[in-house]
């Protein structure tokens, strides 16, 4: 029997003109997630996609690449064979003879509706041949198995479980968005975040080497090998900080110093997000989480952008956030120690109510357009590719 993966959607968003496009932004993103694994092809029917498999196609390795689609509810691997009462037995029989069991079920589901028996029939139709063959029971809640069985046009599929999938919105449908990424154990988290809403996501980075080691850098790297799985290719900009921060540092006021780099980082930022007509900016700040987070230092830093600035865990706490880096394979990149830009020059007792006017004045003595200029000449760009696990990937 032939062996394919059918990919089932969220139907819910797919309206009207959207639904063809979301249909292929999700299949273009499988085919390249897919690329260098052995598969035959991946084709479209009634509202599902569908892998097709060779006999020898590494059907463990293509499972997990699948379940960090974007875009996929679940899927499941099936077993094919053709729209036919006796074949779809035939079928059975080999499903059956897989494993023992006292109960189960029947889900079938017809597509097409020309099949001559409606779903209700099928099941019973199906049930009973199951019944005789296995002499298992009947029971519609908690069944040791459910089988299930699609038909759809000339095909019937089937399989025994759903492998439940990374959800959200496919790659490309969300538009373009820059994420100021430190190499700590939030940005990576709120980039991931923005992925699966269906953006793709530009990095940058600010480091101040050679004033600190370089490790910022590398680490930042790692890390987008990670979250490259998802959009399979990361362009990330490294921006040298050094000389603003020493001019903060000669003309403001010491606690002012963590709301003023901030500021400069979305001033930055803002350039080449336009640039790179990014749309908006996304930051990893959580309410209260440390002193430059709160709700007066958020508005005298955000003052400076004209952009959208996207914050996706401004209401989660560090826990929840520490979950989902562990589940997504940032965090224990992120825990290593290194020397973030910000380690430099930090006064001991930030200020956690920086106002505007007081903000504004610190600055007036800083040529912002030119210290602007000076990050951005020296800034490079790289392109990081998807570091994919060689283990088995854990939902
Ligand atoms: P993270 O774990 O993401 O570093 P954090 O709790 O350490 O967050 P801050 O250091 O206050 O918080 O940084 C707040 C946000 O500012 C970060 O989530 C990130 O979006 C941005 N940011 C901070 N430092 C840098 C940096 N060196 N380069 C780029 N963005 C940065
Ligand atoms: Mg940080």
Redesign the pocket.
């Known amino acids: 029997m032939k062996r394919s993966l059918i990919i089932h959607y969220h139907e819910i968003n797919l309206k009207g003109n959207n639904r063809g496009w979301f249909e292929a932004c999700l299949q273009n993103h499988v085919t390249s997630t897919l690329k260098g694994l052995k598969y035959r092809r991946v084709r479209k029917i009634s509202g599902r996609l569908v892998v097709e498999l060779d006999p020898d196609s590494p059907a463990d390795a293509i499972e997990r690449r699948l379940a960090m689609v974007f875009g996929i509810a679940n899927f499941v691997s099936a077993w094919e064979v053709e729209a036919g009462i006796e074949a779809i037995e035939r079928g059975l029989e080999f499903l059956i003879a897989l494993g023992d069991f006292k109960s189960f079920k029947m889900d079938s589901r017809r597509g097409t509706k020309n099949f001559p028996l409606n779903s209700q029939q099928l099941n019973e139709r199906l049930g009973a041949f199951v019944q005789q063959k296995s002499m298992a029971d009947v029971r519609l809640s908690n069944p040791d198995r459910t089988f299930f069985v699609e038909i759809v046009d000339d095909k019937a599929f089937l399989y025994l479980n759903k492998i439940p999938a990374a959800g959200g919105l496919p790659q490309g449908t969300g538009g373009k968005v820059l994420?100021?990424?430190?190499?700590?154990?939030?940005?990576?988290?709120?980039a991931y975040r923005m992925m699966r809403r269906g953006c793709r996501v530009l990095?940058?980075?600010?480091?101040?080497f050679p004033h600190t080691s370089a490790e910022?850098q590398d680490k930042?790297r790692r890390i987008l090998g990670i979250l490259s799985r998802y959009q399979l290719e990361s362009r990330l900009y490294l921006?040298p900080?050094a000389d603003v921060q020493k001019e903060i540092v000669a003309y403001a006021p010491a606690p002012l110093r963590?709301v003023l780099?901030?500021r400069f980082?979305l001033r930055i930022?803002q350039v080449i997000a336009a640039r790179e007509k990014a749309k908006a900016l996304?930051?990893?700040?959580?309410l209260g989480?440390?002193?430059?987070?709160t709700l007066e230092n958020i508005q005298t830093i955000s003052s400076v952008s004209a952009m959208p600035i996207f914050?996706p865990?401004i209401g989660s706490d560090k826990e929840e956030?520490i979950e989902i880096a562990r589940k997504i394979e940032t965090y224990d990149i992120?825990i290593q120690a290194d020397q973030?830009?910000?380690s430099l020059f930090v006064p001991r007792h930030p200020e956690t109510m920086a106002r505007l006017q007081q903000v504004e004045e610190a600055e007036s003595g800083l040529d912002v357009t030119a210290l602007v200029q000076s990050c951005l000449k020296p800034a490079v760009r790289e392109s990081i590719a998807p570091d994919f696990p060689t283990v088995h990937f854990h939902e």
């Open positions: 994420c100021l990424l430190s190499g700590g154990i939030d940005s990576p988290v709120a990095f940058i980075h600010f480091h101040s910022s930042v921006v900080f963590v780099y901030r980082m930022a996304v930051t990893g700040d959580s989480q440390v002193a430059s987070q914050r865990l956030i992120s973030d830009c910000c």
